[in-house]
């Protein structure tokens, strides 16, 4: 699904995307739910029936009352007021039971694509932009709930009225309605020629709303940076130019909507008009009654209303399809990566060995860039390597394909001799605890954010993390403790505090595989000196990978791995790296020289 999401190509949507056929999947999900389908299929029937009786008393108060000269019409009129109260009762079970429908299915559909995209590789998600996936599960699912709760109870309420309203008006005169039947081909060709062309707008504006939503997201989050470089103006220009885009859009979807609209209403009350005034011929000769004519006239505009209000309907049915084609997309994305059909479990005494053997790996979105180039190394269990190289080594991808979020083009990747494409990718990552470079929290309270290791961790155990990670005392210092607000991705706190909670949460994980990527990069020298102390309490019989930037947080490391463009250039301790006068050298002393620069600064 390379360019699904991409809207670069929207203007011309795959087949089926073209096709009303899509809304079937919404369909399929409604069934589930055949109480509340018959609920409103009764309620929508009868006030369909209410709906077309209204004539027939209209009808009977004329001809056996006004025409007959009764005085006494109230019964009739008492009659009327029954079908008006029929009527509005159960309108109201329809819209009851029709919106209850489209809430839940959109609430299935959401769920539903939540949980596959939960189950797809981070790959999906570099390749197709999450804040467009995110509009398709917002503003697509609410027109397929316009199209569950709404359209297709008024298309169906419509359809009833329309053919129940045909069948009346053959009883009254069936001379009349004959006419009015043949204009009915010349209503239904525009509606197919136009609609063909809806289709097409209707997903165009569909994908630039996303695009809108997408740029939305992208630049609020960025707003720091945004007003840091002062790019308001561009940032307002850019959204403005999307939006316009979605304005022309949408004006080509509401004119052929206008134009199917006038087009199929002036046919239908063209030929009623020609009917009723044939009617009226009728009246003035005998042939028809007063009330029959009346009733004709009621029937014939109901009819028309209906057989026009479908025009509309079609249109936002196209609207939903386009939206049901979008989600499908979603929905039937099949997981890069997942368990095999047997896969063969882990050691239950994990020792915590991990094997990269002969590895060449690229990434999906860069396919001509080695990431790792025939890359082998044994990390033993209870080992600590850190591994360390210039940017674009290759460091972090060894996280990536340990946790197997990828799988190498060649070579294989195992953990305690286990083959990682045999194992279940949520039992590899059970046995491993990851510190990011990029501290990644959610807008929840510090207790959810810390205990996202270990969900059912106990107050004490939190509390327990947080201080092995140094990071007890500001958290006690907040307003409400545990239960305090972090803020969207934990704005409210630092760096560094929000570092040490990261830190923190993989102490709770308490696996026998830690991965550090550069997990002290945050922290100030004193909180530096905390944590690792802390750390290397932790890591003390855990095999552990430590990406380093700072070489002085790597001296006590078992091993150092230098990587440069994909391999491995050197190993050894930090001693006989220096003597080797190679790569790692180069950049001890380019470190240490800039930090004893910045020494020098500080004391002058």
Known sequence: MNDKTNSTDIDTPPAPLKKIGNLRM?????????????????????????????????????????????SDVAPYFQGLLGIVAVLAVATAFRFYFVSWLGERVVADLRLAVQDNLLRLAPGFFEENRPSEIASR?????AIIEQVVGTTV?????????????????????????????????????????????????????QDRVADVG??????LGAMKIVQAFGQEKREHERFSGAVESTFDTAKRRIRL???????????????LTMLMWRGAIGVSEGSISGGTIAAFVITGGLVAGAFGALTEVYGDLLRGAGAAGRLAELLSEIPGIAAPEHPIGLPISSRGQIAFDNVTFSYPTRPDTLALANFSLTVSPG????????????????????QRFYDPQSGSVRIDGVALPSADP??????????????????ASARDNLRYGKWEATDEEIWQAARVANAEKFLRALPDGLDSFMGEAGTRLSGGQRQRISIARALLRNTPIL????????????????????????????????????????????RIVVMDEGRIVEQGDHDSLIAKNGLYARLAELQFSSAETSRTKINV
Not at 214 to 219: G, K, L, P, Q, V
Not at 257 to 271: Q, S
Not at 383 to 402: D, H, I, N, R
Not at 427 to 442: G, H
């Open 26 to 70: 919404v369909f399929a999900r409604a069934v589930k739910y055949p109480k509340e389908i018959a609920f409103a299929l009764l309620a929508l029937f009868v006030s369909a029936m209410a709906t077309l009786a209204i004539p027939a008393g209209f009808k009977t108060i004329i001809d056996k009352g006004f025409m007959a000269g009764n």
């Open 137 to 141: 599960m917002t503003s697509d699912t």
């Open 153 to 205: 109870s008024v298309a169906l309420r419509n359809i009833v009225i329309g053919i129940g309203g045909i069948i009346y008006l053959f009883t009254l005169a069936p001379a009349l309605t004959a006419g009015l039947l043949l204009a009915i081909p010349v209503i239904i060709l525009p509606i197919v020629f136009i609609g063909r062309k809806l289709t097409n707008v209707s997903r165009s504006s």
């Open 214 to 219: 997408a740029m939305i997201a992208e630049t």
């Open 257 to 271: 909507r206008a134009a199917m609209t006038a087009i199929v209403i002036g046919l239908i009350f063209t030929g």
């Open 383 to 402: 080992e600590t390597v850190a591994v360390v190289g210039p940017s674009g080594a290759g460091k972090s991808t060894l996280f990536q394909l340990a």
């Open 426 to 443: 949520a039992e590899i990552r059970k046995r491993m605890a990851l510190v990011p470079q990029e501290t990644v929290l959610f807008a």
């Open 515 to 558: 991965l550090l990527d550069a997990a002290t990069s945050a922290l100030d020298a004193e909180s530096e000196k905390l944590v690792q102390d802390a750390l290397d309490h932790l890591m003390q019989d855990r095999t552990t990978i430590v990406i380093a930037h700072r070489l002085a947080t790597v001296r006590s490391a078992d």
